[in-house]
Structures are given as structure tokens and as C-alpha cells.
């Protein structure tokens, strides 16, 4: 286990298609988080899941945006009608209840570009 | 809300000087504060978090209640320790969002 992975690194889409991302978190994790990340601003806060359950959603999450952790491992980000707006790095990140107790470590992220 | 400033984009600095980064947040209630860290074409990495009380690469952060503050220092810096850091915020009680700020690139040159 080398990680949180994400997949794919980049991404480069047209306005109006649909877009889906994967995350693959560290093994045993059981909480998974989605972030985002614009040109000169730190990561942003979009979604969060215990296990399979998403716990909390950031007002930033529009309903174009679903995101799923169907058996509690990896997770997919999935954007639909893409727009210019939605140009990000697009990080994921995991953590346990434990010793690192609220440690998340990221992955990769990946990055989106939309014409 | 909670909201983490970080009032310097970029601090330049020589090698050997000290190096302050920091940091205000503003929140209601008892938050846990970090720094993470992202060298050139890594990931972003926890550098430290202010329960731990622990000196990481050289580096500390004191959380100052009174001034709401959690400034990341260096006696002296390194080449190495250029990168982009950022402070961050965690809600102790739900344990779930980070909040950063905007981070602040340090340069170090010879």
C-alpha cells in the first residue's frame, strides 16, 4: 500500500460533458475526503464519508457534483455538465480514528480542465 | 464560521535566516490546528499538529488562544524547506473538514 491513489492525473474535458474520478484510499481508512483546489487558494472542502455513509456536504457541492463510496473503499467523484468554473485540482484523502487520529493523507489529486 | 488566514502568498528568505510563517484562525470552540506541507511535484504531507507539541525538520508552532494564532517557525532555514505551506483548521468535536488557508510559498535562497 503506497498511499492514497487517484485516477485519473489529469484530466481535459469540453464544457457540458460528464466527468467521473476515482480515489482509492489507504487500506482500513474508514473515512474518505474529497477536496478542491483553485489557482492560489488552498484546498476547499467539498464532501466527506465514514465507511460507506457521506456524513457532510459543503454548500460548494452543487447538484451537478455526486459523490459515492458504495462498499466503504474507494470512492468516485463524478461532475456532470461540466462547466469552465470547475477547472480544479481535485484532491482525495483518507484517515482513521487511532493513533494519527484526524490525519488525513492525500492523494495526487486530479487535475481538471475544462474548455 | 471558521476561517483560517494566511496573510503572506510568498516569503523569501536567506539561507540560515529565521523563518516565521503565519498564521490567524477564527473559530468558536476548541479547534486542532495544523500545517501541512507540499514540496515541488509531491502531495500535500502533515508537517505538524499543535497536540503533538513535537519539533518536526526544525520546525514549531505554538497555538497562542489569546491572539488566535498559530505561526510555524525555524530558526534557521534550509534550501530544503522551500515549499508551499499551508495551515489548517479541524473541528475537535466532529473530527470531519479541514479548513486552510491560502497558503504561503517559502523560497529560500542561497
Known amino acids: 500500500d503506497t498511499g492514497v491513489s487517484q485516477d485519473p492525473r489529469h484530466k481535459i474535458t469540453k464544457r457540458g460533458q460528464n466527468v467521473t474520478f476515482r480515489c482509492d484510499p489507504i487500506?482500513?481508512?474508514?473515512?474518505l475526503y474529497w477536496y478542491r483546489q483553485t489557482l492560489g487558494q488552498g484546498p476547499e472542502f467539498l464532501t466527506y464519508?465514514?465507511?460507506?455513509?457521506?456524513?457532510?456536504k459543503s454548500r460548494l457541492l452543487s447538484d451537478r457534483f455526486s459523490a459515492e463510496r458504495p462498499k466503504g473503499s474507494f470512492s468516485t467523484l463524478e461532475i456532470q455538465r461540466t462547466e469552465q468554473g470547475d477547472s480544479a485540482m481535485y484532491l482525495c484523502a483518507s484517515s482513521t480514528i487511532g493513533s494519527s487520529r484526524d490525519e488525513q493523507f492525500f492523494g495526487p489529486g486530479t487535475r481538471l480542465t475544462v474548455l | 464560521a471558521q476561517r483560517v488566514t494566511q496573510p503572506e502568498k510568498l516569503l523569501s528568505v536567506f539561507k540560515g535566516a529565521p523563518v516565521e510563517l503565519k498564521c490567524n484562525y477564527s473559530y468558536s470552540g476548541s479547534p486542532e490546528l495544523f500545517w501541512y506541507v507540499q514540496y515541488s511535484r509531491q502531495r500535500l504531507q502533515l508537517l505538524l499538529r499543535?497536540?503533538s507539541r513535537e519539533s518536526i525538520k526544525g520546525f514549531t508552532a505554538d497555538l497562542n488562544k489569546g491572539e488566535t494564532s498559530f505561526h510555524l517557525k525555524k530558526p534557521f532555514a534550509q534550501e530544503e524547506d522551500s515549499a508551499m505551506y499551508y495551515c489548517?483548521?479541524?473541528?475537535?468535536?466532529?473530527?470531519?473538514?479541514?479548513?486552510f488557508g491560502t497558503g504561503t510559498r517559502l523560497q529560500v535562497t542561497l
Open positions: 487500506s482500513e481508512h474508514n473515512r
Open positions: 489548517a483548521l479541524i473541528n475537535v468535536g466532529t473530527a470531519s473538514k479541514l479548513t
Open positions: 499543535h497536540i
Open positions: 464519508f465514514q465507511n460507506e455513509a457521506q456524513l457532510e
